[in-house]
């Protein structure tokens, strides 16, 4: 049996999920790399994120955006793959996610990131269950 055969559509989701999040994250990092440029209207999006950008640096958030953008990548990667790699990747993508979640409903007093914690949580226990 092949790997595309065993694939199951939640791991499929999860494929699309993570490559996702990369290809936002490579957006995010033109629109910061070339301000006022023909991504500008993206930030109108969330403009609390621009001021958040703005806050740390350009040169800082495009860092972390591409650090962001290569680990959901690569949790892409590997769960097609079906690697063990991919799958401990992706969970901890997921676990640094619902802290930062988890951290801005604290800090920042926005509740509205706790929506993101049962939705990772369920992912995280999906990831779990899977058998290699």
Known sequence: MTDARKRSLGTVLLVLFF???????LVTIFALAFPGGF???ICRLKPEARVQFQEIGRGTSIV???????ACGLSAIGLARHAQWGRWLAVAV???NLVG???????RH???TLIG???GGLMIWYLSRLRR
């Open 64 to 70: 972390l955006m591409t650090l962001v953008g290569t």
């Open 19 to 25: 490559a996702a999040g990369a290809l936002i994250c």
């Open 94 to 96: 997921l676990v640094i």
């Open 39 to 41: 991504l500008e209207s």
């Open 110 to 112: 926005d509740p509205k």
């Open 117 to 119: 914690l049962p939705i």
């Open 101 to 107: 979640d988890s951290l801005n409903a604290l800090l």
